[in-house]
């Protein structure tokens, strides 16, 4: 089945206390990005990778690291969590192909940091 | 920049009547235009898209939208409404001269159907 990994689906921390989040994806995309969610401000792009080893910030990227070391798996990095990283992430991967790209969006991790 | 509002935070509407949730957008140049699904404690899922041809777009779950140069709307609509249709939506769009990285999400619409 095609599907988009994510892990854990939930995580309670402590400021400070660096984690990752893993994104696998089975479907051989090029594209893969990360999101996250919050109240009254929809989805925000963090980071984002075109291709094994490419990776470029979104619009929301500091005090988050990604890496693309494998086509298949993008990981998020929060190396000093803070109670303003709180929030619903979401990883998504696609097919690079103008005009016809559809986003395929794992299930979330949702963050609490204390 | 592209941008994308979604005026309504909520949608309240009865089964088996018509429901509309809006999208207006903006670009520099000519959009590509999407809806996303969102269900409880699940990713979002692809509805359904607009990138030439036809203004009227059919997708999933009896959804179709409505792309509308002269207003730069694109709203998402369906005939009858199914309590399970209950979710939050999302439109997005982005510029056809941009990339897919470029994409850029609406702040969501919850869609609330009442037996």
């Known amino acids: 089945e095609a599907q988009v990994t994510q892990n854990p689906r939930y995580l309670i921390t402590v400021t400070g206390k660096k984690l990752t989040v893993t994104c696998s994806q089975n479907m051989n995309h090029e594209y893969m990005s990360w999101y996250r969610q919050d109240p009254g401000l929809g989805l925000r792009q963090i980071y984002y990778s075109m291709n094994v080893e490419v990776t470029d910030k979104g619009d929301v990227p500091e005090g988050y690291k990604v890496s693309r070391k494998e086509k298949r798996n993008f990981p998020l990095i929060l190396e000093s969590p803070s109670p303003n990283q709180t929030s619903l992430y979401f990883c998504a991967s696609g097919i690079l192909r103008g005009g016809g790209e559809k986003l395929f969006f794992g299930s979330g991790t949702q963050l609490s940091v204390l | 920049a592209q941008s994308v509002a979604q005026p309504e935070d909520q949608v309240n509407v009865a089964e088996g009547n018509p429901l509309t949730v809006k999208c207006t957008y903006s670009v520099s140049g000519n959009p590509y235009l999407f809806w996303y699904v969102q269900y409880p404690n699940r990713g979002l899922q692809f509805l359904l898209k607009?990138?030439?041809?036809?203004?009227l777009v059919k997708g999933s779950y009896g959804f179709e939208a409505e792309f509308n140069k002269s207003q730069t709307s694109f709203h998402l609509k369906k005939p009858s409404a199914l309590v399970s249709d209950s979710a939050l939506y999302f439109c997005a769009v982005r510029d056809r001269n941009t990339g897919f990285q470029k994409l850029v999400f609406g702040t969501g619409t919850r869609l609330l159907v009442s037996p």
């Open positions: 607009y990138i030439t041809g036809d203004n």
